[in-house]
């Protein structure tokens, strides 16, 4: 059987379990041109919650009743006349929350299990490592000698961000949710600092780890932290607007940043970003990430947790910051 | 004798006539190397509400017991061995809200009165015209077919704004407040649409007058307008911030944008903008405007009261909207 999970609701604020309709379905059999995909791990991202949602927005939303969408990576079990993929193959691509997708072969693409361990592909060699490269180096127009400040910095995006503007010769603060994490920054992935949130006021972690101000600022999380990034914004900053993960369960407004006159006076850029749009260079990502990760300069960490029936409270991790690195679900059983 | 205006004490708030500071002093005599500007016109601009507050920005705070800081266009009347400026000579620079001033010439300009009235270098030739240039052309990137919204429309920047923007080809909606401006917008300055924020929801406004959204929304007011804007921004759409006139007297913690994820949704950017980093750009500009005057292409309006002792009222003129186009004092007697 194919155990799936679809979208029963929408929530206000913070998903509940009845936001979802768990249901298990006889396993599809793939049409002519169709493969079908054993799925092994699902990866749960931010931006989900996001797609929750029943407003006009990079993508459309998921429609109440249908399997919600995740990213996917699993191996072809069996392929009936597909052109390009046949059994044996591994494949990611956007196969929902269930065990088992049918699909064409669109929006997939092949991956090697024997390169990089298959929960990667859905990590830094998949949706959250191509932002963390295009949002800092494109978006972010980073620069060497910058200094960088990345807020969800323990999560799959945030960690490569800091990790890139490292390797591009930048100092690095990250902005995280406890000791743990922000010891596995500095002490694993070689920020310069940290600052912990739960315990520390931002602008003093700010005035202290950044005397000097913030060249680039990159947002996954908005709120307060966004408005301290403007109040420390140097001369020309740059803030890539990657998420707002803070902002997302708010069942009131949005809160807006108070401090966006900054960008008047420091002559700065706000600007968002959609990974979708850098699809024809995400093999560039790649390159440089393999390189990267070979050479020891890139280091992940992917969370995993384990049942499809898991899939909500899994989910809640994210906005809980019960989690370190990557989150993915590990669907096969 | 020199009747000046001091700053007496920081506002909270709109400021009050106990802002201010008339004193009459003895009419200084030029060091050698100066000279002696008596002053026709003085600038009356939003920002010199911000040149009030005691923070860090883009310029220095006016200094409590010094003349306030304004922009102002006077004949040379006395003149001590300077190197470049004559008796008869008419310089534009900045004077500040008295009426004769001395200076070495640093930050002055020579101008001509017989090309244009002396009002004119203070308004479309001066700040505000320069302003209104640089923003929407470099910072706001304007092309040929965008649908550009302008605030604050009917002022000294945003009616240039709208006028370049149609020379280079734009549909262009304005904001204003009352009919009277949006007609003088619409039947005047030729731009498509006009706004009336005193009687219309701007959303609805824009709904009617944008209905295919924005390519460019050049700020000058902040709140709820900037709100609408980015509610309305088409992909790839670019803010420019120049101002946030509705925020300027504010006791509270100014409206951030509470629809700023609207960038991310867009791949949208806002950017601010100073314009004194354009001054080695400013003949360009002038070039421009000169040209575009002569044909007919750009109209202005100036909006002269008198008298250096009614100085506090006018400049209330810039917060209440009871003007129309560029705010002037007349300062000779």
Known sequence: MNKQILLDSRPEGLPTSSTWKFQSVEIPEPKDGEVLIRQHYISLDPA???????????????????????????????????????VGDFLSGWGGVQQYSLTDGKGYFKVDPTTAPLPKYIGVLGMPGMTAYFGILNVGELKS??????????????????????????RVVGIAGGKDKCDYLVNELGFDAAIDYKTENIYSG????????????????????????????????????????????????????????????????????????????????????????????????????EGIENF?????RLFSGEKLGKLILKVIE
């Not at 000698?145 to 010769?169: M, T």
């Open 145 to 170: 000698g910058d200094i960088v400040l990345v807020s969800g910095a323990a999560g799959a995006v945030g960690s490569l961000v800091g990790q890139i503007a490292k390797i591009k010769g930048c």
């Open 312 to 316: 909500h409270e899994t989910f809640l």
């Open 48 to 86: 989900m919650r996001g797609w929750l949602r029943d407003v006009k927005s990079y993508i459309e939303p998921v429609a109440i009743g249908s399997v919600m969408r995740a990213g996917t990576v699993g191996e072809v079990i069996k392929a009936n006349n597909h052109p390009k993929y046949k």
């Open 206 to 305: 700010l005035k202290k780890h950044c005397p000097e101000g913030i060249d680039v600022y990159f947002d996954n999380v908005g709120g307060e932290m966004l408005d301290a990034a403007l109040a420390k914004l140097r001369m020309h900053g740059r803030i890539v607007i990657c998420g707002a993960i803070s902002q997302y369960n708010n069942t009131g407004k949005v809160q807006g940043p108070s401090n966006y006159m900054s960008l008047l006076v420091n002559r700065g850029t706000m600007r968002g970003m959609v990974v979708f749009d850098y699809v024809k260079q995400y093999g560039e990502a790649v390159a440089d990430y393999s390189k990267w990760l070979q050479e020891g300069k890139i280091k992940t960490k992917e969370d995993i947790y």
